[in-house]
């Protein structure tokens, strides 16, 4: 079993070298961009382009290449801790009531551990390398869009190539997923956290039959999604039923994509002995976790919704500091000053946009009693040599802070 806490922070790390993926493409482009030169004939220009458009994906490969490493050894090291953190959590029970137990992960856990392991690096590569692919989509979409929009005299070429730097970064790197697209973060976010509880699901499993466990529990925590909120800190029968505890895998949709273990669900569940274990969460806990108790703009909000409500803020920060890096980059890049200062307006337009932003957001989750998870509003969040977390270009940060200053 592994805690709604631990699930929803144990990628961070991983997702801070996504996250500098993401910047990373998002100046490739820009810098290809801002490169794309006078605008010639249809034919000559689309040649250019393609050509640019190749020279993008050799670099988005090398991209690749520098975080691979560090991402597999990531992965790894999250899947065991979490194999090892799993163990403990659902031998406590037996632990707190003076039995006698080993903690160890057996040979048919390890087997399960790398398996998982293995799959998800293949799961992290094939959605990664789908970002070349895309972003070299972004760039051909932008730079032709920008020469629609000069050729047809509606912009000047020094509008037409910031507007184009502008949407690339507020896309950003993307992949192919199902049906549809997913940003290069949640998409990695989801494969492994899915992966993860899944992975711990099964150890458990294993672990509840060695041990003769008849009945789970599962996990349970605020700002669950109504579909979860249903069934979360209950107890269940693993096989069949019983009066007062129904049918684990009927009632909880375990297995499936959509219920406990699914797609990006913090649940998990442990081994319960009636008589031994005591329930993890009371009824008046649980009814709080769900109750509408938190007021903002004269609604009253469940911590679900709150939790939306944040998300959505968070998008729109990493969004804007994208658009900044790029803009940075774009103007490291150019020589041409008329084209420099077209760039640096909008980038002190953004500048105060963002700030205002952040402030919008710490103004809510102090309303809200919510925590503010920096992490989660960082284009580059990993953490340094010396355990600090890296902030998204601190150069371009500064710039943004300054820029906001001038503004006001």
């Not at 820009?30 to 006078?38: D, L, Y």
């Not at 629609?148 to 507020?170: D, W």
């Not at 890049?333 to 337009?349: M, P, T, V």
């Not at 809510?364 to 009693?369: A, E």
């Amino acid at each position: 079993m592994l805690t709604p806490e631990y699930l929803g922070s144990c990628t961070d790390y991983l997702l801070g070298m996504y996250d500098a993926l993401n910047q990373s493409i998002a100046e490739d482009i820009a810098r290809r961009i801002v490169k794309t030169g006078r605008m010639t004939d249809s034919a000559k220009w689309q040649i250019r382009q393609l050509r640019a458009n190749g020279e993008l994906m050799q670099d988005i490969v090398k991209d690749v290449a520098r975080i691979s490493g560090k991402s597999q050894r990531e992965v790894k090291r999250i899947f065991h801790d979490s194999a090892r953190t799993g163990v403990r959590y659902d031998a406590q029970p037996l632990l707190k009531a003076g039995y006698d137990i080993e903690l160890r992960i057996s040979p048919a856990m390890s087997q399960i551990l790398e398996a998982a392991i293995a799959k998800t690096n293949g799961d992290i590569r094939n959605l990664t390398m789908t970002t070349g692919s895309t972003a070299g989509g972004l760039y051909l979409e932008a730079t032709n869009l920008a020469y629609m929009k000069v050729t047809s005299g509606g912009f000047s070429y020094y509008e037409a190539i910031r507007e184009a730097i502008k949407q690339s970064a507020k896309d950003g790197a993307y992949v192919l997923y199902g049906r549809g697209r997913s940003q290069l973060d949640v998409a990695i976010r989801r494969s492994v956290l899915t992966g993860v509880n899944q992975t711990s699901g099964k150890l458990t499993e294993l672990y509840s039959e060695d041990m003769g466990a008849e009945y789970y529990e599962t996990t349970a925590h605020s700002g669950a999604r109504p579909s979860h909120a249903e069934w979360q800190g209950r107890v269940f029968k693993i096989r069949g039923s019983a009066p007062g505890y129904p049918n684990f895998a009927e009632t909880t949709g375990y297995g499936t994509g959509a219920g406990l273990c699914g797609w990006n669900c913090r649940h998990s569940f442990y081994p319960f002995w009636p008589g031994i274990s005591k329930p993890g969460y009371s009824a008046d806990r649980l009814e709080e976790y769900d109750r509408a108790k938190y007021k903002y703009k004269g609604n009253l909000l469940t911590d679900y919704e709150c939790s939306q409500i944040q998300r959505g803020f968070e998008r729109t920060i990493r969004e804007k500091k994208r658009i900044l890096a790029s803009y940075d980059a774009a103007m490291k890049e150019s020589d041409n000053e008329a084209q420099i200062k077209c760039i640096q307006d909008d980038f002190s337009s953004v500048s105060v946009e963002l700030k205002q932003k952040e402030k919008e957001l710490k103004n809510f989750c102090r309303t809200t009693n919510r925590s503010y998870d920096s992490t989660r509003t960082q284009v580059v969040a990993y953490k340094d040599s010396s355990g600090k977390i890296v902030n998204f270009g601190r150069s371009t940060a500064q710039k943004a802070v300054w820029a906001n200053k001038k503004s006001n």
